[in-house]
């Protein structure tokens, strides 16, 4: 039904785009770009990190991610560590919601302890990177507003400019401009602007692959904080799609299982 | 302990081969760290028997293997220590020897297994399953293996927990030359029970818990051998007078919420207990307040406080009666995950001080390092943590990951 409803919406918009505003035509780039990008059911792949600081120093982070998509709500996600060993079986489990803060579940497992933790860390790094949490996030249409700012091309490709403000007062972003491929709408480059409104982080896709024929997934984001000098390269691999992942895969006491 | 210990887990491990071996070959995957570490003590012991420092290391491997699509897992996690000083402390123990059936909404668990029930941070009163491994730390975090068949449903209006839980576990004490002891010392091989069956006594326990929205919460019920002693005087080997533990039969309910609502945590643990001697309850609960990216960094500072209350007030099995934690949890979210929680915990109506300060690191890819620092103040003399007073200590432990 709402999924009709956006076709709808999007069809009309479409037809009217003399009359958009600039925050309609920037909201109906989101709901095509969303629009595009569902149906994919579940996925598991392989996810690295390389963390760089500004003196060139690494560490390394490796995790498999699990990924249920929900078709009322946000997706469910559940992120198991391998590296640095020292976390290795640590694991996240997380609940996105559409409009809503995520619930969100960490297990310990030199304790076996299941904690649920503060979904006000989605400003928060994520294991040290130049990620936060929210960067992360399923990102549900819901959880911004949008503005249209102009069309360009971002190495020959035609984009959309599109601004977006975060509806979390968690959140640690007052906005973000986002690089939209035309022809496929997918993000190509995001930027990053923090509380007081400056330039904090810029984020680039890079390798994107097309999957089961229509879906488009990166092989590497790479992050650049242009306040510390830090950067992360985010690689991921091994994509399988349509795996068979259940709602019971996703439990509090899934977690307890995972190795 | 360990003699009987022994036993039983060997009888585990008989029922466990079949599983073993009617699995198909996988590889086994080993993960696990061994750790170095050194204990210091500030003040001359009340002892003259007792140590001044201390090392030991430790090893913890874990294997596991999984087949049958990810359905069934087998896991075994040994651990030993060996400590320099006090033969006490140099112990073994399979931490985990399970395994693991997961359902479509169902799991089973067989054999030894460790189970943490619980939101709150300072202490831990609802967690009963597995005994404290209390030679490892007296923080009581670190727990034996516990035989156990479990059974976990999960409905839509929560998941249940069955276990049975054959076989117990006695507390672990430092020996004649160990720190951190009461004086006259613990002699475990002296432990008496109120269940003629001893320690072969076949407890259960039984737990639902739930997340609705913001509110996490458990409801548990356990029968059977209450895992904290009493303690009454006996005469060691040497005919000296030492304390025997004393292990009563115990029905307990209990209670655990959490409500995480933005930057606030709040937490509640109750249970109440029937014991030999007398019924009481006690809870803890409190808050964890937690700012991000504070001063403009991308570190956490967050503000911890929990009362602790026990019906029993100063006849207490517990020193943590009538007492309240204070702690600040500095977590700087950086490469090498340094985080800090520094805390004091203070009884109200003696003013016995614990302070406590825990600090971790990593180094490279596979190295952490954690510093331990704990220091009493003001210790009454009625308060059970009187024979800690001599005991301030650092502890610094290395610990290789693999």
Redesign the interface.
């Known amino acids: 039904m709402s999924k009709l409803l956006i076709t709808l919406l999007v069809a009309l918009l479409g037809f009217n785009a003399s009359a958009q505003t600039q925050e309609e035509k920037g909201l109906a780039i989101a709901l095509e770009a969303d629009r595009r990008d569902s149906g994919w059911g579940d996925f598991q792949a392989q996810m690295s990190m390389l ?1 760089r ?1 500004r003196h060139g ?1 690494e ?2 982070r490796q995790m498999r991610v699990k990924s249920l998509e929900t078709v009322d709500d946000g997706d469910k996600s559940l992120i198991v560590f391998d ?7 640590t694991a996240l489990l997380t609940f996105s919601h559409k409009v809503k ?1 995520d ?1 969100q579940w960490l297990y310990l497992p030199a ?11 989605k ?3 994520f ?2 990177s130049e990620f936060a949490f929210e960067d992360l996030a399923s990102q549900e249409v819901e959880k911004y507003t949008y503005k249209y700012i102009r069309d360009d091309e971002l190495d020959g490709k035609p984009v959309f400019v599109n601004e977006r403000y975060p509806v979390s007062k ?1 959140s ?1 972003y007052t906005r973000q401009l986002v690089w939209v491929d035309q022809a496929e709408y997918i993000p190509l480059k995001v930027e990053y602007y923090d509380r007081k409104n400056a330039l904090l982080k810029t984020l680039i896709f890079k390798g994107y692959r097309q999957y089961l024929d229509k879906y488009w997934r990166a092989d590497e984001m790479f992050m650049e904080n242009h306040q510390t000098g830090k950067s992360t390269l985010l690689t991921w691999k091994d994509y399988t799609f349509r795996t068979g992942l ?1 709602d ?1 895969d996703f ?4 977690l307890k ?1 995972t ?1 | 302990m360990r003699r009987l210990g022994k036993a039983r887990h060997a009888r585990w491990l008989v029922m466990l081969l079949p599983v073993l071996f009617s699995a198909p070959v996988v590889a086994w ?1 080993l ?1 696990g ?1 061994m750790a170095v570490e050194g204990r210091a003590f500030f003040q001359s012991p009340l002892d003259s028997r007792q140590y001044d420092s201390d090392y030991s290391i430790s090893l913890e491997p874990e294997f ?1 293997r ?1 087949w049958d699509e990810d359905r069934q ?1 087998l ?1 075994f996690r040994p651990f030993v220590r060996l400590d320099g000083q006090d033969d006490e402390r140099s112990h073994w123990d399979i931490r985990e020897l399970q395994w ?1 059936y ?1 359902g ?2 169902w ?1 089973a668990r067989l054999g030894v297994g ?3 029930w ?2 709150t941070e300072a202490v831990h009163l609802v967690d009963i399953i597995n005994q404290t491994d209390l030679v490892e730390n007296i923080d009581g ?1 670190q727990k034996l293996g516990q035989p156990m068949a479990k059974l ?1 449903l ?1 409905k839509d209006w929560g ?1 249940l927990d069955f276990f049975l839980l054959p076989g117990f576990r006695e507390r672990t004490f430092p020996g004649e030359e160990g720190r951190l002891r009461s004086h006259p010392r613990v002699e475990q091989d002296l432990a008496e029970y109120e269940s003629s069956t001893r320690q072969r006594h076949v407890d259960y326990a039984l737990r639902w ?1 739930h ?1 609705i929205g913001e509110w ?1 919460m458990g409801l548990a019920w356990f029968q059977g051998t209450g895992r904290d002693p009493l303690f009454r005087p006996g005469l060691g080997r040497k005919g000296e007078l030492v304390l025997a533990p004393f292990y009563e039969q115990i029905d307990q309910a209990s209670v655990d919420l ?1 409500a ?1 609502l ?4 709040w937490k509640l643990e109750a249970i109440y207990r029937n014991g030999l001697e007398e019924d009481y309850y006690a809870f803890t609960g409190g808050f964890e307040y ?1 700012r ?2 504070i001063m403009d960094t ?1 570190a ?1 500072l967050g503000v911890i406080a929990e009362l602790v209350v026990d019906e029993r007030g100063d006849r207490a099995a517990t020193a943590f009666n009538h007492d309240v934690f204070l702690g600040l949890r500095w977590t700087a ?5 340094l985080t800090v929680l520094a805390g004091a915990v203070v009884d109200w109506e003696n003013g016995s001080t614990l302070l406590n300060v825990e600090a971790s690191r ?1 180094f490279g ?4 390092l954690s510093v331990q620092l704990r220091s009493w103040l003001h210790i009454d003399p009625e308060d059970l943590q009187y024979v800690f007073r001599q005991d301030d200590y650092l502890q610094v432990e290395l ?1 290789r ?2």
């Open positions: 963390l600081n120093e560490s390394l590296e640095p060993k020292d976390v290795k079986g803060d619930d304790l076996k302890r299941v904690k649920r933790i503060a979904s006000r860390n400003s928060g790094p294991m040290g968690y640690g259940k019971s439990t509090r006491n899934s299982r190795r | 995957e993960a760290n596991s999984t897992s896991v693991i997961a479509d909404g799991e460790k189970v943490y619980g939101v975090e976990s999960e998941t818990s997340y996490d959490q995480t933005g930057e606030w945590l937690t991000v990216g991308s956490d979210n950086d490469a090498q995950s990593r890819q596979a190295y952490l610990a990951y693999f």
